[in-house]
């Protein structure tokens, strides 16, 4: 699979991460927020990396987010590192990730996967099958951008 895309969108990621690490005076609940989302895409990219290990041993490939946006796991995750530990962490997801996409063959990106996804209350707001290059394509331009998003405006309220 051409990873180019999913490249760019780590890319303004983890700039926006740097920024943001590199801001002072952010407010705490901005700080908890964005504790909380370096966690939630650690996690993801997890999930993501388990089910394109899945496709590519010719297995059934699940993607279901309730573990990505548990209250619990989030928090300890959060108690057991620092914000530099969990920077390292979403690094070397994407990394992973990113490897894993990029030694697919199209006809597996094609490939339908079970998907369940909740929201950060638990309910579930979609349950059905996608094909892979559709899961990796809304991670590319609406998942990780929308994370973007809310770290540059962290570090926009400071002025």
């Not at 890319?11 to 002072?24: D, N």
């Not at 059934?60 to 108690?79: F, G, L, P, T």
Request: glycine share 6%; aromatic share 4%.
């Amino acid at each position: 699979m051409d990873t180019r895309d999913l490249a760019r969108a780590y890319e303004e990621l983890l700039a926006a991460v740097e920024a943001f690490t590199a801001a002072r005076g952010i407010a705490e609940a901005d700080r908890t927020t964005a504790d909380w989302l370096l966690v939630h895409i650690a996690l993801t990219d997890g999930m993501l990396a388990r089910a394109a290990r899945a496709l590519m041993a010719g297995e059934r490939a699940r993607v279901d987010n309730d573990a990505c946006m548990s209250r619990e796991a989030i928090a300890a995750a959060i108690a057991s590192s620092t914000h530099a530990e969990r920077v390292a962490t979403v690094r070397h997801g994407a990394a992973q990730l990113l490897e894993l996409v990029g030694r697919m063959p199209w006809d597996m990106a094609l490939s339908d996967v079970a998907v369940r996804l909740v929201d950060r209350g638990g309910r579930e707001v979609f349950a059905g099958e996608l094909k892979w290059v559709d899961v990796i394509t809304v991670r590319t331009h609406d998942h990780l951008p929308g994370h973007v998003r809310a770290l540059r405006q962290f570090v926009a309220n400071l002025g």
